[in-house]
């Protein structure tokens, strides 16, 4: 007979031990599944034998965080009673209007305003005190630094950060140790960090979920998230319910979710009260008050399928596995591929070459294997690198332990994506459709290792549409987006060729001066382009220095064969129609692509183009002359002109469809 005591002493151990790595930012130990699997059996062993650890899980309402200055929160952030049950949450409900939002699946932070300025924010942290993090202020998008209400505030809300900024975060992240294992794991360790400014890198968003206090009578909770988001809160997405419509909306929101359209992480939904006060009225049991509202998460599904290879991938410097498997149905859609991470998770499940997997969808999105039922032989590991085929390398972290293997070649091109990246942008070559992913999925099929073999992707359009994600219409998207690309500015083909030190402003400054055909020129003769207005040495320095590596030059030339180049003057028109002007361009226009173009018109023409209106501009252009935007506020108390787009084309000129850089 197992003994309940020691099994509760082992599970309150591995729960606590796993949120403290959870809440700290770490690699998890063990998969959401599997926690909330070992919480209910903690729970119900508790229920049955009474005996309760003061450190049990079921008593706390999180983990506090290691670093940063602690202090205690105002009004205590309380845990939601939890369920897997849709007829709990019904009961629940009684005869009262509740509201559904997303749980989202993040770090919880707590905002305090003050006489109309945010005064303070801390994350959530024990649930009675967190750590202060104000200096991140605005280094975090999702809520306004000052608002109307000079009152006393407090807001509650989760900082999350969307999955297609997480895995382009990730898959540009060269040192292993600072991967991250989902969203909610990047965004505890982003808002641990000291830099602000590489905190509003990762584009964190606070998501306001509720008004905790405010001094004015206001006891509806949808009137509360409308006054929130009045004040220019991003507010969590709701719907309003009741008992009875409940199931149905749950159903749909839950459908939402399969349907793979959620950008934001969640793992599951939340409904309150409408009626606040009531809400208010419940008491506070174990971790939780029973009225303030109640989290649901969905069953977790899993299926069983047999492993018919490992895959092994390369981004940046890390060969991850991948398991490939006979496609089983979940959550309403076909899987049949699931990360196992890196070797030291192959080790912990136990998989072998000939496997029985199980598998769920973490989240209802994200395939991952929890379990090896059935295994025999060993999975061979690959001495030579996917991508460029030079030799592998175990490495173990001195940090996590965690093994991992490497390519060796420090030139192998899935080391050099953030490049790639850079090239296919659109300040650069500008194709649509191939995102950090995808560029990653094609190098390890052997289709991309230099910028030129974009151009050459044509030869596998047979493959590229069997492959998952796919199919004959985004296929052909990409095909085209890369066929368009082909005739490019030159200033925007020098930004993409990466060259250190190069943007856009020094790419116009060389073109103007020397145009393309003098820039190859002085390339091939290592004149350099220190003459060249605003340029100098050490930037110069830098163009000679790139183009004196052999690969750089041949990455050049091969380029050169798949793309044309447009011809341009090679200096602005100082005497042109916009010669000693300096106009603002807001509003949308319609003349030009974007107001970009409209730009770059502008500066050919002698021009000059500004961000703000001062005494020193000389025409504001918004379509909308008549909008009381500040800017025409401003142009009007300072006597400056304003010009509709067409106005500016009859007096200045201007070709709509001529090409101009395009920037971002």
């Not at 993040?106 to 202060?132: M, P, Q």
């Not at 800017?631 to 006597?639: D, I, Q, S, T, Y």
């Amino acid at each position: 007979m197992v003994d309940y005591r020691k099994r509760c002493e082992e599970l309150v151990r591995k729960l606590n031990e796993s949120s403290e790595i959870y809440y700290n930012g770490g690699e998890e130990i063990v998969s959401n599944y599997e926690w909330d699997a070992m919480f209910d059996e903690l729970s119900t062993l508790e229920a049955e034998t009474g005996y309760i650890l003061p450190d049990s899980p079921t008593q706390n309402t999180g983990y506090e965080e290691n670093n940063g200055e602690k202090e205690p929160h105002e009004f205590p952030a309380l845990s939601l009673a939890k369920t897997k049950q849709v007829s709990e949450l019904v009961k629940w409900a009684e005869d009262k209007d509740v509201w559904l939002s997303w749980k989202l699946d993040g770090l919880t932070l707590v905002l305090t305003y003050d006489k109309g300025k945010l005064s303070k924010i801390l994350t959530r942290g024990n649930g009675a005190v967190g750590t202060n993090i104000t200096y991140l202020k605005k280094s975090i998008q999702g809520f306004p630094l000052k608002i109307k209400y000079q009152g006393h505030m407090v807001v509650r809300g989760e900082a999350v950060i969307s999955y297609t900024d997480f895995a382009q975060i990730n898959d540009t992240v060269e040192d292993d140790d600072e991967k991250y294992a989902n969203p909610r794991n990047l965004a505890s360790g982003t808002l641990s960090l000291d830099d602000p400014e590489k905190v509003r890198e990762r584009r964190v968003c606070f998501h306001a979920f509720t008004l905790v206090y405010l001094e004015e009578p206001l006891s509806a909770w949808g009137e509360r998230m409308d006054f929130l988001a009045g004040e220019g809160f991003t507010v969590v997405e709701r719907e309003r319910a009741d008992a009875q419509s409940l199931p149905e909306v749950i159903e749909r929101w839950s459908k939402r979710v399969e349907s793979g359209e959620m950008d934001l992480p969640v793992d599951g939904l939340v409904i309150c009260y409408d009626d606040t006060q009531y809400a208010a009225s419940g008491s506070v049991t174990g971790h939780h008050a029973t009225k303030a509202g109640y989290a649901f998460k969905w069953q977790d599904v899993s299926a069983l399928t047999r492993l018919l290879y490992v895959e092994w991938s390369c981004a940046a410097s890390t060969i991850s596995p991948v398991a490939v498997f006979e496609p089983v149905q979940l959550e309403g859609t076909t899987v049949s591929r699931a990360s196992l991470c890196n070797l030291s998770e192959m080790e912990r499940l136990g998989i072998g070459r000939e496997s029985t997997l199980e598998i769920i969808k973490a989240n209802k999105i994200i395939p991952k294997c929890i379990a090896v039922r059935e295994a025999s032989g060993e999975i061979e590991i690959p001495s030579r690198c996917p991508v460029c085929g030079a030799q592998t390398q175990i490495h173990t972290s001195e940090k996590s332990k965690t093994r991992t293997l490497h390519c060796t070649n420090p030139e192998c091109s899935a080391k050099h994506v953030k490049k790639f990246t850079r090239f296919v942008s659109k300040t650069g070559m500008d194709i649509d459709g191939l995102s950090v992913q995808t560029i990653l999925r094609f190098m390890n099929e052997g289709f991309i290792s230099d910028f030129a073999d974009i151009y050459r992707l044509s030869r596998y359009a047979e493959t590229i549409r069997q492959m998952e994600g796919f199919g004959e219409k985004s296929c052909e998207n990409l095909m085209q987006a890369i066929e368009k690309s082909r005739r490019v500015h030159p200033v925007n083909f020098i930004f993409a060729l990466c060259i250190p030190m190069m943007g856009i402003d020094a790419g116009k400054k060389i073109v103007g001066q020397c145009g393309f055909e003098g820039f190859l020129e002085r390339l091939e003769k290592g004149e350099g382009f220190e003459d060249v207005d605003g340029i100098g040495p050490e930037k110069s320095g830098s163009v000679t220095a790139w183009y004196e590596n052999d690969k750089n030059r041949s990455s050049l030339k091969e380029l050169l064969k798949e793309v044309t180049i447009e011809k341009v003057d090679q200096k602005p028109d100082r005497e042109g129609k916009c010669a000693g002007l300096t106009f603002v361009i807001t509003g949308d226009v319609h003349h030009y692509k974007n107001r970009d173009e409209f730009k770059a018109y502008v500066e050919e023409s002698g021009g000059k183009v500004t961000g703000s209106v001062t005494s020193k501009t000389s025409f504001l252009v918004n379509n909308d002359a008549t909008s009381a935007s500040a800017k025409n506020r401003k142009a009007k108390e300072l006597g400056i002109p304003i010009l509709t787009e067409d106005e500016f084309v009859s007096r200045f000129g201007g070709n709509a469809d001529s090409d101009h850089i395009v920037e971002n």
